[in-house]
């Protein structure tokens, strides 16, 4: 069974970096790909950018700039730091292992969200 | 503003059929990408229903069903019950990212 269990700091100040780590237990975790997505109070999901396998990233374009996410796979985790936040960044983030069928790509497992607030 | 579109509300009585759609482009489902749905109860983690347009995952009564047609797509919950409330998610491949649909939100009269 796959399990994805995330933390990092709840309360980040403006203009400063959130910085949120994802563990993954069981399953393969050099075969996949690992996504970061967040969902703001009351809105919708958004995808927020993604590593795979070969350490390689795939960003959101609009959070390009500030974004930087990696893994570790000595530890099968896998990272995301957004530079200069503001409260537009607050929201639950989410960790999620994108599988693939024919062309589609989903997202079957998700950690438990954490919900960050960006503060002074 | 969302790149595929849902309809922000539906509802239903219970034991009836309800569908939400999800529209996207030419850029996305039009391209072949196929689409997913998610279930998000309150305060959870959203969860796999439809992938594939129409394979349901593990575990998911058949009365939910997903179909695709060109631009577009639509989950149908069919014997709607009252623990189907919840919000519903459409997701889809457009260029090079993931994208989701605005979320719809089922409400069982």
């Known amino acids: 069974q796959v399990q994805l269990q995330q933390w990092g700091a709840g309360l980040v100040k403006p203009s400063e970096t959130l910085s949120l780590t994802c563990a993954v237990y069981g399953g393969s975790f050099s075969g996949n790909n690992w996504s970061w997505i967040r969902q703001p109070p009351g809105k919708g999901l958004e995808w927020i950018g993604e590593?795979?396998?070969?350490?390689?990233?795939n960003y959101n374009p609009s959070l390009k700039s500030r974004l930087t996410i990696s893994m570790d796979t000595s530890k099968n985790q896998f990272s995301l730091n957004l530079s200069s936040v503001t409260a537009a960044d607050t929201a639950v983030y989410y960790c999620a292992r994108e599988d693939s069928k024919e062309e589609s790509y989903f997202y079957l497992y998700w950690g438990q969200g954490i919900l960050v607030t960006v503060s002074s | 503003q969302s790149v595929l579109t849902q309809p922000p509300s539906v509802s239903g009585a219970p034991g009836q059929k309800v569908t939400i759609s999800c529209t996207g482009s030419?850029?996305?489902?039009?391209?072949?990408?196929?689409v997913q749905w998610y279930q998000q109860l309150p305060g959870t983690a959203p969860k796999l229903l439809i992938y594939a347009n129409s394979y349901r995952s593990s575990g998911v009564p058949d009365r939910f069903s997903g179909s695709k047609s060109g631009t577009s797509a639509s989950l149908a919950i069919t014997g709607l019950q009252a623990e189907d409330e919840a919000d519903y998610y459409c997701q889809s491949y457009d260029t090079g990212r993931i994208v989701f649909g605005g979320g719809t939100k089922l409400t069982v009269l």
């Open positions: 590593v795979n396998h070969f350490g390689s990233t």
């Open positions: 030419s850029s996305n489902l039009g391209t072949g990408y196929g």
